[in-house]
Every structure is written in structure tokens, then in C-alpha cells.
């Protein structure tokens, strides 16, 4: 009796071992394709068209490229204007 019992807790605790395993092996295949998607965006430049955007740190006139970036992203590069910018906004410079 107690060896039918053991071999059903054993088995039942395998199982449970070999769901556990499954889901964190694909949890890990979905993160990995989400790196490789991230790595393959950025070395085709489609959000930054070839620039890149970032925070200068200083206040100053001249040319400037705004871009929708929230620091350290990496954000879509808007038109070429010329204004006043500051360290709070981000910019993308070829």
C-alpha cells in the first residue's frame, strides 16, 4: 500500500516538475524573440531613420531634431527645426 502511494506521489510530483519546466522554456523562447526583434530594429534603424536620439545635457540655440524618446530610449526622429532646446528634451542627430 504505501509503495503504490509513494510511486503516485512520485509520479504526480514529475509531472508537475515537467509542466513547471515546459512553461519556463517557453517564457524564455518569448523574451529571447523579443531580443532578437529589439537587436534586429535597431541595427535597421527603421524607428531612427539613421540618426540618433538622446539627450545632450546642455542649453543652446540652434538646429535642432526633436524625437519621441523618453531617456535612454531610443525614439522616432521628428522634422529638422531651429528653437531654443534644453537637457529635458531629446533629440536625434545624425
Do not use: H
Request: charged share 25%; hydrophobic share 35%.
Amino acid at each position: 500500500m504505501k509503495k503504490k502511494i509513494f510511486g503516485a506521489v512520485f509520479i504526480t510530483a514529475m509531472a508537475i516538475i515537467a509542466g513547471w519546466n515546459f512553461n519556463q522554456s517557453k517564457n524564455e523562447t518569448q523574451l529571447l524573440d523579443l531580443a532578437m526583434a529589439n537587436v534586429e530594429a535597431l541595427a535597421s534603424g527603421e524607428d531612427t531613420s539613421g540618426k540618433i536620439c538622446f539627450y545632450p545635457g546642455t542649453s543652446n540655440y540652434d538646429e535642432l531634431i526633436p524625437c519621441d524618446a523618453a531617456y535612454p530610449n531610443i525614439g522616432k526622429c521628428k522634422e529638422r527645426q531651429w528653437r531654443y532646446y534644453s537637457k529635458d528634451k531629446a533629440q536625434c542627430f545624425e
